[in-house]
């Protein structure tokens, strides 16, 4: 699903994110990427839905040559993922329903299709009833969940998240990561990073630690490993 071979990302002003990194990402995998401030988690992330370019090596996404992309084809790239922001990323002056509708490809689908699949996935967020209300008349952990249904309106194969559950309580973070878990128990590949070790720790999913630039660990049941 994800294949990196010795990627590697020099910023501009000469910081040097990743280094060498080579992993492979299954099909169906649910995968935490943990490591200290500044380790390269973001860019990693990044790289995946091209928001960042490696400085070398090869990047392949869903079939997709990353590194080589026309321009034209990075939005079919994003088509095929879902992303979800630590700060939630909704337009404030639409409502929960048309949040996740604008998300949605106006490929040939009816308004009916549509709409049916809006509910769905609202549902399957526990936020049906919500979905004439305004982001600002929602806690973070329900805009959270508005923003995961709009990561998933349009069946992506992957849902990368950078830090979901870092503005979240721990309560509100567990109902946010059973969110994620059922998406991954119906297929959909997940790529997280989190500070949220109690998580972490147990949900026993695969585990990359990353470490100035550099994958230090990466286990198969794995657990947070710091202290923070
Ligand atoms: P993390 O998500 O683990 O905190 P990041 O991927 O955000 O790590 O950052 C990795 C390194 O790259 C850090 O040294 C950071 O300062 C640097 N960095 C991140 N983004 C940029 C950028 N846009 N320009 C320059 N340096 C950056
Ligand atoms: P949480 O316990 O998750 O932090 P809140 O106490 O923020 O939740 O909100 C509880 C309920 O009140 C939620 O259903 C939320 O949608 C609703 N709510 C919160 N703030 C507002 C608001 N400004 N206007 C309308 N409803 C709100």
């Keep these: 699903m994800i294949y990196m071979s010795d990627v590697s990302k020099v910023y501009s002003n000469g910081s040097v994110a990743l280094a060498d990194v080579t992993v492979e990402i299954g099909k169906g995998d649910f995968i935490f990427v943990v490591g200290p401030s500044g380790a390269g988690k973001s860019t990693f992330i990044k790289l995946i839905f091209r928001e960042e370019l490696p400085t070398s090596g090869r990047l392949v996404v869903n079939g997709r040559n990353v590194v080589d ?12 993922l879902g992303i979800v922001f630590q700060d939630y990323r909704l337009l404030p002056n639409k409502t929960v ?11 040939e689908s009816s308004r009916r299709e549509m709409q049916k699949r809006v509910h769905n996935v609202l549902d399957l967020v526990g936020l049906r009833h919500k979905v004439r209300t305004y982001p600002s008349e929602l ?39 059973k969110v994620f878990d059922t998406i991954n128990k119906a297929g959909t590949t997940i790529v997280m990073a989190t500070h949220d070790k109690t998580v972490v720790d147990a949900m026993k999913k695969r585990v990359i630690a990353i470490e100035k630039g550099r994958i230090v660990r990466d286990q198969v049941k794995g657990v947070y490993g710091y202290e923070d």
């Design 69 to 80: 992309m026309m321009p034209k084809e990075v939005p079919y790239l994003r088509r095929g």
């Design 139 to 177: 806690s973070g952990g329900e805009q959270q969940r508005v923003a995961i249904a709009r990561a998933i309106v349009n069946n992506p194969v992957v849902v990368i998240a950078d830090e979901p559950t870092g503005n979240l309580d721990p309560d509100t973070s567990w109902e946010i990561m």
């Design 97 to 107: 329903y048309d949040n996740v509708a604008f998300a949605m490809q106006v490929i």
